[in-house]
């Protein structure tokens, strides 16, 4: 069964870099028709889709992020990760790791279970 | 870029109801990119429908897509206890996925 899990610092500085990893058990992270990407739910807001990646690296990002984020892959390690720079208060978050179907259906159908992003000095 | 609005933002209905969630798309969106998910407080968003009207794996069948182009609706039949919850719908366009604001659905 396909397991994803984050990881990373709970408390970030503002105008430090945010880091986090997904961890992809249960299947391979190389295979066809599927990218890997993130996805941050704000305290009192809804969904908010920040960018994914496929195992040759290709990308696609919120253009809302679009020039603070990175999101890379090591598909020897099963993992992929998200940097989001220059944070501010504004970027406290849940942020979630999710597979998403890229072709005929366009989907995201298996999520981790979240971590808490908290930005403060 | 296509932005989803979602109404109403909040609905109050009892166990055993029906609750109908729309999702309004301010531009035409092709079915096979219109999903819904399920949000419970403490976990992570829930596949519920793909293709605007195909069930995710072990989905209730009470759970029932529809819609097109820039109308979508989510029905949830008889209401269980644990359908309480906020749902969102998703689009894909452009190579971005966005999501609407959310539907509450509370105890009435």
């Known amino acids: 069964q396909l397991q994803l899990q984050e990881s990373g610092p709970g408390l970030v500085k503002p105008s430090e870099t945010l880091s986090l990893t997904c961890s992809v058990s249960?299947?391979?992270?190389?295979?066809?028709?599927?990218?890997w990407g993130w996805i941050r739910r704000p305290p009192g807001k809804g969904l908010e889709w920040i960018g994914n990646?496929?195992?040759?690296?290709?990308?696609y990002y919120n253009p809302s992020l679009k020039s603070r984020v990175t999101i890379s892959v090591d598909t020897s390690k099963n993992q992929f990760s998200l940097k989001l720079s220059s944070v501010t208060a504004a970027d406290t978050a849940v942020y979630y790791c999710?597979?998403?179907?890229?072709?005929?259906?366009?989907?995201?159908?298996?999520w981790g279970k979240g971590t808490t992003v908290t930005v403060s000095s | 870029e296509i932005v989803l609005t979602q109404s109403p933002g909040t609905l109050s209905l009892s166990p055993g109801e029906r609750a109908t969630l729309s999702c309004r798309a301010s531009?035409?969106?092709?079915?096979?990119?219109l999903a819904w998910y399920q949000q419970k407080p403490g976990q992570a968003p829930r596949l519920l429908i793909y293709g605007a009207s195909s069930r995710a794996t072990g989905i209730p069948d009470r759970f029932s897509g529809s819609g097109s182009g820039t109308d979508f609706t989510l029905t949830i039949n008889r209401l269980e206890p644990e359908d309480f919850a906020v749902y969102y719908c998703q689009q894909y366009g452009t190579s971005q996925f966005t999501f609407g604001p959310g539907t509450k659905v509370d105890i009435k």
């Open positions: 249960g299947g391979s992270i190389s295979g066809s028709s599927y990218y």
């Open positions: 531009q035409s969106v092709s079915s096979n990119f």
């Open positions: 990646i496929y195992h040759s690296g290709n990308t």
């Open positions: 999710a597979r998403h179907r890229t072709y005929g259906f366009y989907y995201m159908d298996v």
